[in-house]
């Protein structure tokens, strides 16, 4: 069962999990493609969930910015095991974003259809995340969107995993 039997994952905001995980589809490693690991960041370090990501091995994480109130989409693909940022899109410079071509890791700079997007070639490890719901934390996964805030989690981190398990 994708998602793990805990305290913050029962009621409403697991019954929503369970339901966009079946709407994807049948999950099972013969998709061709690495799995994304979710855990809880603090406590005892527990898997809440875990998501196939594809053939692709691709991922998007998106928030609103805490400054310029704006969408920011991070990109990701999980390559041998480890998670690479390949880029950060984005409308508004603010703090924390990026505001020059020669970034850490950057490849390319450019403004398109209103947006500015920095690609890059970024190993970032395991992802951890703060997850506030007025900053719609979501993961974007084989074209699956998932309010991390409805997981019931302040904070999770993220990791390439190898294949569905049992709980």
């Known amino acids: 069962m994708p998602l793990c ?3 913050g994952a029962t009621g409403t905001a697991a019954a929503v999990a369970v339901l966009l995980l079946l709407a994807a589809g049948p999950l099972s490693a013969a998709d061709g493609g690495p799995w994304l ?7 005892q370090g527990r898997e809440v969930a875990r998501f196939p990501l594809g053939p692709q091995g691709r991922f998007d994480l998106s928030f609103i910015h805490s400054v310029s109130r704006t969408t920011v989409t991070d990109r990701y693909r999980v390559e041998g095991g480890e998670i690479i940022q390949t880029s950060e899109v984005f409308q508004a410079h603010g703090a924390g974003l990026p505001s020059i071509a020669n970034d850490v890791d950057a490849t390319g700079w450019r403004h398109e259809n209103g947006r500015f997007i920095l690609d890059m070639n970024r190993r970032t490890g395991p992802i951890p995340l703060r997850i506030q719901a007025q900053y719609k934390n979501t993961l ?3 074209g699956t969107d998932i309010a991390l805030a409805d997981l019931g989690y302040p904070a999770l981190t993220l990791d390439p995993c190898d ?4 709980h």
């Open 37 to 43: 690991c979710l855990t809880e960041t603090r406590g």
């Open 5 to 7: 039997g805990h305290p």
């Open 140 to 142: 974007h996964t084989a």
């Open 163 to 166: 294949e569905e398990k049992t």
